[in-house]
């Protein structure tokens, strides 16, 4: 009997060993935040947590139009890493460790967003006169037909058993980590439609399933939502911040766009060869201020190869960090304000964040050099198809110059993909994009420690964060 149990005991450390490192970092940190009457059953841990966000984040998207909520839902119901959300709950409540007394900055807001409901029988008097987000209703107005709108129902309080003052989770917190989620679900939907793809969380994606069309206005529906949740949260700095992060995912989009769209017609795709486009020239009217995001313009007489290469990462850097690590490092900031932390604090949160970003996206580029199409839940490979040069390329210029005039061409000649390819895996591309995650790695990692005082959630958060090194997806 007891070689028996010997034997179940050791297949059992051999089944936890062949468990993902990532999956057990989420399964670790969602107990943290999970109620405690939920820890009884342990194949929960994730999954009611999650479900928890999923529900709470359909409160706030019903639409009356129900391919809307299909389309909305769609997305929601199959479960993906959601590590965002996972990461603002576990900041907030190692930022709630903090004593009261040090978390000043502003008014600490204990309470959850507006809850009062909009009387049906005086809607039509108050289309003139009421706030804007009390009296939208057009279905009701035009029609008599009462939506599932949170515009004009207020949202659903979060139950009791939900929020545990002694956890340090703020109640616009949890919202704000339902927000965060409907942004970057958003963001899904459009790069979707952007990259042509068809497999989203090993399912078809949004585009392949419902059109191209109404991919793109589902994700606009999403982030309309998350705009007015977000002016929920009645903070006037956290307001902008998440704002902004939407912008910033835009922005990120046009660099990559440009990145892979080079103006010279000669290295233009068969498809694009065939369209000439022609611009508009501004009128100069109004006077309008704008970043320069364009990798400046390279003498290749007297510029240095390893200038190209410097000059190529940085463009990369920042537009990883604009679709990627802007939506994590301003949600962490976020999170620290609405704590009332102080801002050395706040800005040390939003270092970590970013850090993070840079550090997830950079094993995202890896991984589409090393791992299947069925263990990524998407296309692999597809990077080098699509045109861009991501860092394990760029890295792998660095060692082989004969990567540049394909990379100038977008890969866009036969051969040209396997070749890079090839290059990456002889030239360690794929070793140094990860020493280079791992700096990230080690960034967010301090910047988690001189932030945030011991406690389990700061270790959930560091061991999350060292487990994003590992992810196979």
Same mark, same amino acid.
């Given at each position: 009997m007891s070689r028996i149990r010997l034997l179940v005991r050791d297949g059992n450390r051999g089944s936890q060993r062949m468990k993902s490192s990532f999956t057990v970092a989420l399964q670790t940190a969602s107990k943290l935040v999970t109620p405690p009457l939920m820890l009884r059953n342990p194949l929960s841990l994730v999954s009611t947590e999650m479900n928890t966000l999923a529900k709470n984040i359909m409160t706030l998207i019903g639409s009356g139009h129900p391919t809307l909520n299909k389309m909305t839902g769609y997305y929601f119901e199959t479960e993906g890493k959601r590590v965002r959300p996972l990461i603002v709950l576990l900041l907030s409540r190692a930022l709630g460790q903090i004593p009261l007394e040090e978390r000043d900055n502003v008014k600490i807001?204990?309470?959850?967003?507006?809850?009062?409901?909009?009387?049906?029988?005086?809607?039509?008097?108050?289309?003139?006169?009421?706030?804007? =987000?009390?009296?939208?209703?057009?279905?009701? &107005?035009?029609? !008599?037909?009462?939506?599932?709108?949170?515009?004009?129902? !207020?949202? &659903?309080?979060?139950? @009791? @058993? &939900?929020?545990?003052?002694?956890?340090?989770?703020?109640?616009?917190?949890?919202?704000?980590? @339902?927000?965060?989620?409907?942004?970057?679900?958003?963001?899904?939907?459009? $790069?979707? &439609?952007? $990259?042509h793809a068809f497999t989203r969380r090993g399912k078809p994606s949004g585009n392949a399933a419902f059109t191209n069309k109404m991919a793109v206005l589902a994700g606009d529906f999403l982030l309309g939502r998350a705009t007015v949740s977000i002016s929920r949260l009645r903070n006037p700095e956290v307001v902008e911040i998440m704002s902004n992060s939407i912008a910033n995912l835009v922005e990120g989009e046009f660099m990559q766009l440009h990145n892979t769209d080079n103006e010279d017609p000669r290295s233009q795709s068969q498809l694009h060869s065939l369209i000439q486009r022609v611009l508009p020239t501004p009128t100069?009217?109004? @006077?309008? #201020?704008?970043?320069?995001?364009? =990798?400046?313009?390279?003498?290749?007489?007297?510029?240095?190869?390893?200038?190209?290469?410097?000059?190529?990462?940085?463009?990369?850097?920042?537009?990883?960090?604009?679709?990627?690590?802007?939506?994590?490092?301003?949600?962490?900031?976020?999170?620290?304000?609405?704590?009332?932390?102080? #801002?050395?604090?706040?800005?040390?949160?939003? #270092?970590?964040?970013?850090?993070?970003?840079?550090?997830? #996206?950079? =094993? $995202?580029?890896?991984?589409?050099?090393?791992?299947?199409?069925?263990?990524?839940?998407?296309?692999? !490979?597809?990077?080098?198809?699509?045109?861009?040069?991501?860092?394990?390329?760029?890295?792998?210029w660095r060692k082989d110059p004969t990567l540049g005039p394909l990379i100038k061409r977008q890969f866009s000649e036969p051969g040209d993909v396997q070749r890079a390819f090839h290059a990456v895996k002889t030239h360690n591309g794929i070793e140094e994009t990860r020493q280079l995650a791992e700096e990230y790695r080690n960034k967010a990692l301090q910047n988690l420690r001189e932030a945030l005082p011991e406690s389990d959630s700061r270790s959930a958060l560091e061991f999350l964060t060292n487990a994003v090194l590992t992810r196979k997806k």
């Open positions: 807001d204990y309470t959850d967003f507006p809850t009062n409901k909009i009387d049906p029988t005086t809607i039509r008097e108050k289309i003139l006169s009421g706030a804007p =987000v009390a009296n939208f209703s057009p279905l009701k &107005v035009l029609h !008599g037909i009462t939506p599932l709108n949170p515009l004009t129902q !207020g949202a &659903v309080p979060l139950p @009791e @058993e &939900v929020f545990d003052k002694e956890r340090g989770i703020l109640p616009k917190q949890r919202r704000l980590a @339902e927000i965060v989620e409907m942004i970057h679900t958003a963001s899904l939907l459009h $790069d979707d &439609v952007i $990259d100069k009217k109004l @006077e309008t #201020q704008a970043h320069d995001y364009r =990798v400046p313009t390279i003498d290749e007489t007297t510029t240095t190869h390893e200038e190209k290469v410097n000059n190529a990462l940085q463009y990369y850097t920042h537009k990883s960090y604009l679709k990627t690590g802007a939506l994590i490092s301003n949600s962490c900031r976020a999170t620290a304000i609405l704590s009332g932390a102080r #801002q050395p604090i706040v800005e040390n949160c939003f #270092q970590f964040g970013r850090n993070l970003g840079l550090c997830f #996206q950079l =094993v $995202d580029d890896l991984l589409d050099f090393t791992v299947s199409s069925k263990e990524l839940g998407k296309p692999s !490979g597809e990077d080098l198809k699509l045109g861009i040069a991501t860092a394990p390329v760029l890295l792998t």
